[in-house]
């Protein structure tokens, strides 16, 4: 069985750091480096692009709502054509910067307010599948397991990679509890690790109602700005391939 393992990088920003970095890359397969616009800046684009491909990890655009104040955990109100040209632009951006540095660009994952956004509005996630199309058609779009924006990026004609989150609660229709919530996010690495192999083997997890949802896991997140990212994608890698789950990016071979 593959898996791959993918986590949100590059989101510090002139004077303010945040996650390490470093240290997460050493243990995931995929990164998901953010284009400027909810985190990051040219500095720290090059330099995350530079550390994926010194350590061999295949590299993704993580566009977002131009939100830096609320790091685009909210909700904008745009509409199709400026979430488009939104897209069109982060990617664009990250796709050159990594070809300028020598590598290639694999993936797309929507970040934050508009990944929660396209995986419940077929307007946004058909704005953001086509973009990505137009810049180039063999993109992965990385998104929500069992959720609609998978079957527009499908539709659009791009290849897609079912997403389940490690450290994240699940409510019953399969979308991720709010961070409002108690227990939303998870620090735990024993529990991590426990419901992340029952997603790749069994095909389910428990929501944070109690309910079981089906669920398919082809890339997993650690989200590196939690405060425990390091210990639990260590863990979390460890854990998987002593359950025999082979890790690789989704492009491999």
Known sequence: MNVDINSDLGESFGNYIMGNDAEVMKYITSANIACGYHAGDPVVIENTIKLALENNVAIGAHPGYPDLMGFGRRSMNLNPKEIKAYVLYQV?????????????????????????????????????AEAVFLIDPNLIFMGLAKSEMLEVAKKTGLKTASEVFADRAYIKSGTLASRALPGAVIHDSKVCNERVLRMIKDHTVTGIDGSEINIKAETICIHGDNPAAIEMVKSLRQHLESNNINIQALNHG
């Open 92 to 128: 664009g951006a990250l796709k050159a910067m990594t070809e300028a540095l020598g590598g290639k660009l694999q993936h797309v994952k929507a970040h934050g307010a508009l990944y929660n956004d396209a995986s419940v509005n077929r307007s946004i996630s058909t704005a953001i």
